[in-house]
C-alpha cells in the first residue's frame, strides 16, 4: 500500500514537470511567432519589404556568410 503511494506521487510529479515543461515550450513558441510577424510586419509597413523579399534573403543568408568567411580566410593568409 505505502508503494502504491509512493508511485502515485511520484507518477503525479513527472506529470506535473512535463506539463509545466510543455507549456513553457508553448509559450516561448507564440512568443517567438509573435515576435517574427512584428517584425515582418514592421519591415513591410515602414519599408515596403514584403515577405517572400525576407525569405529570399534568408535563403542566401548561408552564401553570404560562405563567401565572408572564404574572403576573411583569404585576407588572413596573404598577411
Not at 515543461?21 to 515582418?40: C, D, H, Q, Y
Not at 563567401?67 to 588572413?76: A, K, P, S
Amino acid at each position: 500500500m505505502v508503494v502504491q503511494i509512493v508511485l502515485l506521487i511520484a507518477a503525479l510529479l513527472v506529470s506535473w514537470l512535463v506539463f509545466t515543461l510543455l507549456i513553457n515550450i508553448v509559450k516561448t513558441t507564440v512568443k517567438t511567432a509573435i515576435l517574427i510577424a512584428a517584425i515582418v510586419l514592421v519591415l513591410q509597413l515602414c519599408f515596403g519589404i514584403g515577405p517572400q523579399v525576407l525569405v529570399d534573403q534568408i535563403k542566401g543568408l548561408p552564401q553570404v556568410v560562405w563567401v565572408f568567411i572564404q574572403e576573411q580566410l583569404g585576407n588572413n593568409q596573404s598577411q
